[in-house]
């Protein structure tokens, strides 16, 4: 039977659907639009490609839009490696710049290295090849070889510039205690938090109460980058602040100003500290200092204070082992023992030893 549309249905996605059966291919994909016109130009133009494709085959008439949608659908990628590929609807109604406004309408067969440096040239001339990398060149890849699963085209192999752009910055003691002292009060422990565990900022605005032990002095971290939990040990100072968190521990560790968790923007342009961690940089007279930087501060102490670089690598979850990869749960001495060499942060501190000795 022809392609139909299907409206939305109240509770699911706002876009419509096309359901059929076109020479023996089954079809029940999302149009992508909530709009029932531009869906129903969708649902002809995906018919007229079907009919081609029973003739022709699949690569004479899956499109890059095509390719794109379904590997959004499968992969579910979010912020902005989405935002790269399909584009983020702007407050005027317009598309921003992405993969489908590049190749959109062109068959993913025909894409080959030319048409990549045509879109090089035009849209990121003058950018960092690290920029084009990551922002351009890493998603058109993930979705052709997404297409080429799926036999629509070959296995893109395409040139992929070479660059170093590894960040050496970190803060030092001084510089730490400085931006704690200058920070607003809520943002403290936060920083505090990610200066003594390494964690990414991702993991600290996900992480709830229910996975923090602060009698085992342990926490863990789900679904981490390497889509594994990860146990991480708490320096005591971490104890001391986070046993001082008003609130009853229940759901977020972390909250805003207002006290309520933060808003998960998909983690787009900075994260949600932004401002206030530019409003503490400028206040301590701190420039070139990225929140993600703390994080390389982290291993820079530990590595300071001489501990093992297996041992550093694990806690910071560059490296696993069986045992952590299974018992992310059970604290481990050995990474307590690590943590502990590091001395405590922040001229105003007002928690001691002895306070954290008895959490």
Not at 23 to 38: F, M, P, V
Not at 97 to 123: M, Y
Not at 186 to 195: A, D, G, K, W, Y
């Amino acid at each position: 039977m022809p392609l139909t549309l299907v409206a939305p249905r109240e509770g699911r996605s706002r876009n419509y659907r096309i359901r059929g059966t076109v020479r023996g291919i089954n079809i029940d994909e999302t149009t992508g639009t909530a709009s029932r016109e531009l869906a129903d130009a969708i649902r002809i133009k995906r018919e007229a490609a079907l009919l081609d494709e029973s003739v022709f085959g699949p690569r004479a008439s899956r499109t890059f839009a095509e390719a794109a949608v379904s590997y959004v659908e499968a992969k579910q990628p979010r912020g902005l490696q989405r935002d790269y590929v399909i584009g983020r609807p702007r407050k005027d109604g317009s598309l921003s710049p992405c993969l489908v406004s590049d190749f959109g309408g062109r068959l993913v067969s025909s894409i080959t290295q030319e048409a990549v440096n045509e879109v090089i040239r035009r849209r990121w001339a003058g950018r960092k090849p690290n920029t084009i990398e990551r922002n351009f060149l890493t998603p058109l890849i993930a979705v052709l070889r997404h297409a080429a699963r799926q036999k629509w085209c070959d296995v893109p192999m395409f040139e992929r510039p070479k660059y170093d752009d590894r960040r050496c910055r970190w803060a030092t003691y001084e510089e730490a205690d400085k931006l704690l002292d200058a920070a607003a009060d809520h943002l403290v422990p936060l920083l505090t938090f990610l200066m003594l565990t390494g964690a990414r900022i991702a993991e600290a605005m996900d992480l709830t109460w229910s996975d923090v032990d602060l009698t085992q002095r342990w926490l863990v971290f789900r679904s981490t980058k390497r889509k594994e939990d990860r146990g991480v040990p708490l320096h005591r100072q971490i104890v001391a602040t986070l046993a001082s968190l008003p609130g009853n521990h229940e759901g977020c560790v972390f909250l805003t100003q207002r006290g309520v968790p933060y808003v998960d923007r998909e983690r787009r342009e900075g994260g949600q500290i932004k401002k206030a961690w530019s409003t503490a940089c400028a206040r301590a007279g701190i420039v070139d200092l990225h929140p993600h930087d703390l994080r390389h501060t982290f291993s820079t102490w530990l590595t300071m204070a001489g501990v093992h670089e297996q041992v550093r690598d694990e806690i910071m979850g560059h490296a696993s082992t069986d045992m952590g990869r299974r018992y992310a749960h059970i604290p481990r001495e050995s990474l307590l023992q690590a943590v502990d060499k590091l001395p405590w942060r922040g001229k105003s501190v007002e928690y001691s030893e002895a306070a954290a000795v008895s959490v």
